[in-house]
């Protein structure tokens, strides 16, 4: 399970930032996770959950906000979210596509005290 490790480098992220910004604790953790990350939610919950005990973390919730797969399509120039992991254009029907948003995972933002 790759989750533990992302999430051990998560924590180590929230740790610097805190530090940064002179932060006794952090209290809300936003994460952007594209379907195409590779990354499973439930078990990323799982392993934050785990590993935030003993760090500056520790009382913090954990948003977890799933993003769909976005393209541009390269024949028809127009952007869309596809709903289905069927890659085509929902306007033209091309396949001559780019992957613009939903691959990655981000930390979006962090809340502190």
């Not at 078990?43 to 003993?54: G, N, S, V, Y």
Request: proline share 2%; glycine share 2%.
């Amino acid at each position: 399970m790759h989750e533990y490790s992302i999430v051990q480098s998560l924590l180590e992220s929230c740790e610097e930032y805190a530090r940064q910004n002179n932060a006794k604790r952090v209290t809300k953790v936003v994460v952007k996770i594209g379907v195409l990350s590779g990354v499973e939610p439930d078990l990323l919950q799982t392993a934050f959950d785990t590993f935030k005990e003993q760090t500056i973390c520790h009382d913090s919730k954990f948003i977890i906000n799933i993003q769909k797969i976005e393209i541009l399509c390269n024949d028809c120039n127009s952007r869309s979210i596809l709903e289905k992991h069927e890659f085509s254009c929902p306007k033209c029907q091309s396949v001559n596509l780019k992957v613009i948003d939903g691959e990655e995972m981000y930390l979006m933002s962090l809340e502190f005290e």
